[in-house]
């Protein structure tokens, strides 16, 4: 992989990876579009792997939310008086992260198989499109970030599974959970990237220790590394944004956008301008 490659899907990661538009599916395009062979498993790794940067972007802008959370959880586990929200709201991550572990890892030929195809791209795109337009409609988004429990949180760790199906997007998938648990859209939001803070690190470490060969012999740990270090500059600056945005707006422009890349896949796939695997 050419350096201006991996910078380019390293901005493509940054921006998408907590937009509910689905990261995985835009770097699949971006990666036929320059040519790269999207089965080949260095490719894939490399697809993992530059979320890390993404996601310590996100620590990096929640730190304090997380030390606040880490340090109510360890008072909490030393003192029944002070599990409070934010006691809580430590377990629920732990709680949240367990089942899309174990449904990856279950999933995991999936995810390098089948899944790899455009055309699940462009299913994942439609599908969840309507997911989010119901969630956004419907929820009646009346709870904020200390009502989340444990049981709310499970039940977002499952639907960020999902996002194993390139095109559903795992912000899309949680946050939309979120909406059809009641709760707001900036709660929804930001409990998007607390599930996702580990979740794409296991992730991202996981592929980088499995596939470490097949990166150093294919598209290589220099052009591995860059990426993860523009995804993560870009990516910052992403979360800001999509944090202002949804205390305003709601999803609507998101679902438009998603129908529309589902269109211009399906015209690129239907022209033979790229192929589907």
Do not use: C
């Not at 990261?23 to 792997?49: F, N, Q, R, W």
């Not at 949180?153 to 795992?170: F, M, Y």
């Not at 949804?246 to 999803?251: G, L, Y």
């Amino acid at each position: 992989m050419n350096w201006w490659q991996s910078i380019v899907l390293g901005i493509v990661e940054g921006i998408t990876e907590f937009l509910p538009i689905s990261s995985t599916g835009h770097l699949t395009v971006t990666e036929k579009l320059m040519g790269l062979p999207i089965d080949d498993p260095s490719v894939t790794a490399y697809t993992a792997v530059i979320q890390v940067g993404a996601m310590i972007a996100s620590i990096i802008y929640f730190w304090g939310d997380i030390v606040r959370f880490a340090t109510a959880w360890f008072a909490g586990l030393r003192n029944a008086d002070k599990r409070g929200s934010d006691y809580r709201m430590g377990w629920a991550i732990i709680a949240g992260f367990i089942p899309t572990a174990v449904i990856a890892l279950l999933a995991e030929n999936l995810i390098t198989g089948v899944l790899r195809s455009l055309w699940a791209v462009v299913v994942g795109l439609v599908v969840w499109s309507i997911a989010m337009f119901i969630g956004d409609r419907v929820g009646k988004q009346n709870r904020g970030e200390d009502s989340i429990t444990v049981r709310d949180s499970v039940i977002l760790g499952t639907l960020q599974s999902l996002a194993l199906v390139p095109g559903v997007s795992r912000s899309g998938a949680t946050i939309t959970g979120g909406l059809l648990l009641g709760l707001d859209r900036v709660a929804a939001t930001r409990m998007s990237f607390f599930l996702g803070i580990p979740t794409l690190i296991a992730s991202g470490l996981y592929q980088a220790v499995k596939e470490a060969k097949h990166i150093a012999d294919g598209v290589g740990w220099g052009s591995t590394l860059l990426g993860t270090a523009v995804s993560g500059v870009v990516a910052y600056v992403s979360i800001a944004w999509l944090l202002r945005y949804v205390s305003k707006n709601d999803f609507t422009g998101f679902i438009i956008y998603r129908l529309a890349l589902a269109l211009v896949i399906v015209a690129l796939l239907v022209t033979q301008v790229i192929s589907a695997v």
